[in-house]
T-cell receptor
Framework: GQNIDQPTEMTATEGAIVQINCTYQ??????LFWYQQHAGEAPTFLSY????GLEEKGRFSSFLSRSKGYSYLLLKELQMKDSASYLC??????????FGKGTRLSVIA | NAGVTQTPKFRVLKTGQSMTLLCAQD?????MYWYRQDPGMGLRLIHY???????AKGEVPDGYNVSRLKKQNFLLGLESAAPSQTSVYFC????????????FGDGTRLSIL
């Protein structure tokens, strides 16, 4: 099985930087996904990390440390529209993804 | 390009009734998935399919059946609905491989009284 841990809720100020952490325990790990889900909407793909290190994509960056079972999503220059849930999903072997319960981020003025 | 389309968007059922949720994708994706999402529980996989004519169980398959008779369609059936199946159901599809990004439909909000 898999064990995925991410904070339930976070609050940050518009224009600031926020880091959403995800720790996982999974056998046969082979990559980690981050998805964004606005309230009442479908999840959408944000990033996929296979190798250790930081991958930057505009205001969003995702980091992976395979040896530590740890990933984070970094959001810069926060905007109100970034208020959403962020789902961490580590991959294991050839089995379908298991999603974490998500971190609900609220961006305040 | 519609992507992933789920039908219906909302439905209210009585306990014991049956219904089928339809998922259609126009991206020629091989893999398709059905999830349910409940408050505090995250997305949980019900069933999935790696190609036309194939299905497999996910994390929470009990009380549901699926069929993939055509590549573009993935049907989720509830034979005898129970209040515990009240949830938001999401369908997703992807290219071949479980490490491909999934594209989600807008969801079906199902209430069972």
């Amino acid at each position: 099985g898999q064990n995925i841990d991410q904070p339930t809720e976070m609050t940050a100020t518009e224009g600031a930087i926020v880091q959403i952490n995800c720790t996982y325990q999974t056998s046969g790990f082979n990559g980690l996904f981050w998805y964004q889900q606005h309230a009442g909407e479908a999840p959408t793909f944000l990033s996929y990390n296979v190798l250790d290190g930081l991958e930057e994509k505009g205001r969003f960056s995702s980091f992976l440390s395979r040896s530590k079972g740890y990933s984070y999503l970094l959001l810069k220059e926060l905007q109100m529209k970034d208020s959403a849930s962020y789902l961490c999903a580590p991959g294991s072997g050839n089995t379908p993804l298991v999603f974490g319960k998500g971190t609900r981020l609220s961006v305040i003025a | 390009n519609a992507g992933v389309t789920q039908t219906p968007k909302f439905r209210v059922l009585k306990t014991g009734q049956s219904m089928t949720l339809l998922c259609a994708q126009d991206m020629n994706h091989e893999y398709m998935y059905w999830y349910r999402q409940d408050p505090g529980m995250g997305l949980r996989l019900i069933h999935y399919s790696v190609g036309e004519g194939t299905t497999a169980k996910g994390e929470v398959p009990d009380g549901y059946n699926v069929s993939r008779l055509k590549k573009q369609n993935f049907l989720l059936g509830l034979e005898s609905a129970a209040p515990s199946q009240t949830s938001v159901y999401f369908c997703a599809s992807s290219l071949r491989g479980v490490r491909q990004p999934q594209h989600f439909g807008d969801g079906t909000r199902l209430s069972i009284l």
